[in-house]
C-alpha cells in the first residue's frame, strides 16, 4: 500500500509522491509537512490524497496541506482542482458541514480593557448566542423565508437588521454564492435547517475572544488592522443540519450515478459525476445554497456578538470598532481561474478542510488588502492560538491558491475522553486565565487541545513551505463551546 | 422495541466514531445500529417513548437504507428536536429495492430532562459493511461527528 514510506521531499515543507507509485493515479500527490510530521502521519490520509489523484479531469497535483488527517474518501486537509472540460464534482469533496468557516471581528479594545468584564462577556455571548445541541436559532423562519436565505446568504441577514451593509465586503463571494437554487436543496434539509438558523452548534465549533499576540509581519498586521495586544473575536461554525442534509441527499445521488457510469472508484465516499452532469450541477446550485445559509449563520452570530459587548460594556460597537476583518470558508467548491503549465484554465477547486489563500493583486480580495493578499484565519483549538497568515503568490502557483485550516486532529475522540477529563480540561484553561462556558462536558474532553496536532506546527509549515505567510498570532481569552 | 441491553459496539477512527453491531437478523440490526447513533448524542436508554410517528422509506438496496435510516433519525432531531429510542419496523426486500416501514416512538429532546454527550452530523458510506451470512448479520459504519 502507498503510504509514507513513499514520501519523496521536494524542499523544507514540501513532500511528494510521484504518479508512478501506483498505477491508477493520473498526477502526482503533494503533501505539504515538516519533518516529523513526515513520520508520524497516517498512511490511511496518504492513501486517501494518492485515491484523489486518480479522479477522471484531475489537474496538476493532488494536494495534503499541513493539517492533513483521515477523513471520508478525501482526507481533511485537502485540495483538489477538476478542470471544466473533462473533471468531475464531488460531494466528499467539500465535506457534511458546506462552508464551515471562520470569521475575525475586530475592536479597538485591549486585554486590560476588557478584563474586568471578561466573565460577564462570556455568560451574555453565551446567553445571546444559541449553542449546543439542535441548538435553536432566535429568528423563527417562515417555511417561505428559507428561500431567500438560500439565495441571498448574508445579504438577507443584514437586510433583516443583523449586521452592518460594510460587513458584506469582507466575505468571501461577498457572503453570496451566485447560482443557488433552492429547487436543488430538498425540503429534509430546509427542515433541518429552518431551527438552527443563528446556532453555533457544537462539536469543534466554537467562539472565541482573543487578544493579538505575537506580530510576525508588521506590514500586513497594519494592513488589516491589526496591532500587540488588541482584543479580537472569532467565530467558527458552518451551514449546521441544512449543509449536512445537502451533503448528504447528493452523495446518495452521485453514488448512483458512479453505479450507473460503472466508475471504478477507490472508496464508495469519493462518489463524484462528471461536471457536465446534471447530478453535478444540481449538487452546485445546492451546495451554494449550504454555502449561503452558512454565511447567513455566521451574519447573524456576528451581530449578537456586537450586542452582547454593547450590553456589556455599555458602548455601542460602532465606538468599539468593531468590524469584520474576513471570512474564510474551509469546506467549500469553486469555480476559479488558475494557470496549468502555461495556460490559465477554469477548473472546480474542491477545498475540505482548506482555506483560500490568494495572494497579492488577485481580484476576489478586497481592495483593501489586494497589495498583501488575502487574511487567511486558522483557528487552533479550544485553549490554544489561532492564526492570523496572508495569502501569497506561491499558493497561487503551488496549491490553487490554498492552505491549511485548523489544528487537524490526532487523537480519536474517545481516546480523548479516555486520556483527559473534561475538569482537568476546564482547569487547565482557568489556570491560563481562559473563561470557558461549555453547554456539553464529554465534548470539552473530546476537545481536549492534545487531541489536536499542534497549530504552531501547522501555520509554521505553511509559512515554511510559502502557502501563505504568518502575520499574527491569537491568544485566547473566553471561549463559548457548543 | 428498545432492548434493554443493546447490542452495539464503538470503534476508533481519527476524526469521527465507528459503529459495529451484529445481530441475527436485519431489522434488529438496523434497529441498534439507530440506537447506537443516538447513543452518542445522548443516553438513548433515557428517552421515553411518548410520541410516535410513522416511517416509510425505500432504497436501492441495504447500504442505502441504512443511510437514509439514519439520516431520518437525525433529521427529526434538528428539525423537530425529536429523538426516537423505540423502532417498530421491519425491512421487506422487494423486487429490486428494500423498504423499511413502522413506526417509532420517542420524545422532544429537552436540555432540561435529558443530558447531551455530542453532535452528530450525518452516516457516511465510508468503510460501510453489511455482511449477512449464516443468520449473522454484522454491520459496521462510521458518524461524522
Known sequence: MVGKKDLEKIRDGVFEIPSSARKDMRVPARIYLDDESAKTIEDGAIKQVVNVACLEGIQKRSIGLPDIHFGYGFSIGGVAAFA???????PGGVGFDINC?????????TEEDIKPYMQDLVNELFKKIPSGLGSKGIKHLKETEIDDVLINGAQWAIENGYGWEEDLKYLEENGCMKGANPERVSTKAKRRGIPQLGSLGSGNHFLEIQKIGDIYDETIAKNYGLEKDQVVILIHTGSRGCGYQICADNLREMDKVAKRLKMNLPDRQLACAPIDSEEAQHYLQAMACGANYAWTNRQMIQHWTRESFE??????????????????AHNIVKREKHKIGKINKTVYVHRKGATRAFGPGQKEIPQEYRDVGQPVLIPGTMGTCSYVLAGTKEAMKETFGSTAHGAGRVLSRSGAKREFTPEEIQKQLSDKGIVLKANSQPVIAEEAPNAYKNVDTVVKTADTAGISKLVAQMIPLGVIKG | MNDNNPNFNYYDTTADI????INDNLTEAFKNSALATLNLITDIEKIRPKIKKEVNLESEDEYGLLYDWITELLIYLDSERFMASEYDISITKNEDTYSLNGHILGDTYDTQIYNYKTEVKAITYHEMSIENKDNTVKIRFIVDL
Open chain 1, 84 to 90: 471544466e472540460n473533462n473533471g468531475v464534482i464531488s
Open chain 1, 101 to 109: 468557516g471562520v470569521r475575525l471581528i475586530k475592536t479597538n479594545l
Open chain 1, 311 to 328: 450590553n456589556v460594556l455599555q458602548q455601542d460597537a460602532d465606538s468599539l470598532g468593531m468590524h469584520t476583518l474576513y471570512d474564510v
Open chain 2, 18 to 21: 465507528g459503529i459495529e453491531v
